[in-house]
């Protein structure tokens, strides 16, 4: 039996997609890259933006015109809030808490049908990986923070922290298989308790411990929960990268109060300067939304303000999009889109100009480098340093996969750099 899957939206789909595979894999089912050649079709969808929720019915039409004969299955966030719609369309329609479903499918005995349910049945199932040198680890799952723009809370539900014992041993098995570097996913990986005395840099010391880990990352940290202990551990940590992802959204106090983020500018600056002063030679990376409901050019010139103190090293920027059962969907002074295009550009400008100014300065310095394998866009090898920026490699002789390697920068690229193994 052959199968086909297409991916829209975050690493938490990315990790959803590559279990789907995993449990396949394990039943004897072939991937294949063309949806023509496919007995079994799967979308896994993404909700946060209106754009990602219509990708996902164009491509089912197409995948059904395309491939008539084949089953098709809707999963992922769409399908959890929108399974009564997504029944006429595909076969199948599982939630993001019913992955569990695809034992079934894999060994031909599901039947049509919706699969949805408000929480996770056993959310310390240990779910194959088909990784190799790094892969994502679930700590938790959902979000409790509602905020007012963000449909995350009703596409992945409450928060459930996965107990600590089953987050070490299914790192243990990734290990086992030369896996090298964990990415640890949750929503707001701060929000992570085993109990009151045990919380996720507690976490953090533990994975730090494992013989044959070379590195940790995780996302994402939610300013209002960011703390000076955290940061200090990525400080102190040896396997802990240097690299923070802290979303801002708006640098407008008035418009984070209508976002329901729970902290101000100045707590957001205090907090990612705090980081910068701590972590010397850490990175940082955000979010931010333009254009939320009644955003004013005061409000915007606010969130250029803090772009250009902490001075990113990469920022995610998407116009605001209504979504679905969110509260900011009802208020009124909505932006128009041509102006939300027109701050976007702005945004996107300053941040690329800021951008290469910080990826200049890693020109003729030596740096870490995790090498992932063939490079996509250059001929050779590519990894990621410990802050997180993709390193194409000018030379492949002595170079393998999950070898680490000390790299001389030689230039620095629109969003990467270029460089050459020490000694080569």
Known sequence: MRFYIKTFGCQMNERDSEKVEAILFENNWQQVENPEDADLIIVNSCAVREKAENKLYSELGRLKFINP?????????????????????????????????????ARDKSKNGVF???????????FPHTSRISAFVDIMYGCNNFCSYCIVPYTRGREISRNKDAIIEEIKQLIDKGTKEVMLLGQNVNSFENSKNYRFVDLLYDINKLDGLKRIRFTTSHPKDFSKELALAIRDLDKLCEHLHLPFQSGSDRILKLMKRGYTKEQYLSKALMYREIVKEGSITTDIIV???SETQQDFLQTVEVLKTVEFETSFSFKYSKRPLTRAANMDNQVDEEEKLKRLNYLQKLQADITQKKLKAYEGKTIEVLVEGQSKKHN?????????????????????????????????????????VQGQ
Request: a positive charge; hydrophobic letters at 40%.
């Open 69 to 105: 004969k084949a089953k098709i299955v809707a999963m992922g966030c769409v399908a959890q809030i929108n399974y009564e719609k997504l029944k006429h369309i595909a076969d199948i329609v599982i939630g993001t808490n019913t992955i569990d479903r695809f034992y079934d499918i």
């Open 116 to 126: 949805i349910l408000d929480k996770m049945t056993d959310p310390d199932h240990i």
């Open 380 to 420: 050779g090898f590519s990894g990621r340093c410990r802050q997180n920026i993709v390193v194409n490699l000018e030379f492949r002789d002595n170079i393998t996969e999950g070898k680490i390697a000390n790299v001389v920068i030689t230039k620095a690229l629109k969003h990467s750099l270029v460089g050459k």
């Open 291 to 293: 254009g939320f409901p």
